[in-house]
């Protein structure tokens, strides 16, 4: 999903289905290459929990193809409930969705064997994407995987001028917020105790972090207090083009 806050008059392209479901497009063409990531690197059994699960159509697909990983969807909005529950209705292995916010909000429950976040970062100012990184190595059990997903800076500038121009419409609404580097998202995971132990170009120039803890890591230390400014990691959606 693409989640974080949702500025002023700013609204994506949504369909709704008679159940409630809400679908997104970008959801629905990145779901296939997320779905092969995870069939690779995800444990086959365990707690996983899916930051900002925004429409739910993630952990329909991933929960479908994952059965003996317990699926716990989470948004900052409860508003998107309705349709995560109608996209996992019948699903024995998804809990029903929980309000958190993982900038602020203490780790629920027990800790995961797996993480996902998708299309999030981009979409929240700097100091909440590093408390997120620090939320998910607490949250991360012993020998877990956890997987962030979505559009990054790198070394030499951005992928594309399509991606410059997305980066720029979003600190227009916003400056605090738009992409990250790889280099400041390679610099919190390491300060968390955690490490990248693959890095994989997907399609529409996203990467894919896949996130172990480091040797002898101890856990990381709590986020600090956000600024929240009205506005944290959750479900308002901008769609890149």
Not at 16 to 28: I, K, V, Y
Not at 152 to 166: I, L, N
């Amino acid at each position: 999903m693409i989640h974080g806050p949702n500025p002023p008059g700013v609204r994506p392209p949504v369909t709704g289905s008679p159940d409630e479901r809400l679908s997104f497009p970008a959801t629905e063409r990145n779901t296939a290459p997320i779905g092969a990531l995870l069939d690779r690197v995800a444990p086959a059994s365990g707690r996983a929990v899916e930051i900002a699960s925004g429409t739910g159509q993630h952990i329909h697909a991933f929960a479908s193809s994952n059965p003996r990983l317990h699926w716990q969807p989470t948004d900052i909005d409860p508003s998107r409930f309705a349709s995560i529950s109608a996209w996992t209705r019948g699903l024995p292995n998804v809990s029903a969705p929980i309000v958190f916010d993982a900038a602020s909000d203490d780790w629920p429950g027990a800790p995961a064997d797996f993480i996902l976040l998708v299309n999030l970062l981009h979409l929240i100012p700097a100091d909440d994407a590093r408390r997120v990184v620090v939320t998910i190595a607490n949250g991360l059990a012993s020998g877990g995987v956890a997987v962030v997903y979505g559009p990054f800076r790198r070394d030499h500038g951005f992928a594309s001028e399509g991606d410059a121009q997305f980066d720029a419409s979003l600190r227009a609404r916003d400056p605090a917020i738009g992409y990250k580097s790889v280099a400041d998202f390679s610099g919190w995971v390491s300060r968390a105790g955690l490490e990248i132990s693959e890095t994989l170009d997907m399609p529409a120039n996203n990467l894919a972090f896949v996130l172990k803890g480091a040797p002898g890591r101890g856990a990381a230390a709590p986020p600090d207090a956000p600024d929240r400014r009205g506005a944290g990691p959750g479900s308002g959606t901008v769609e890149r083009p």
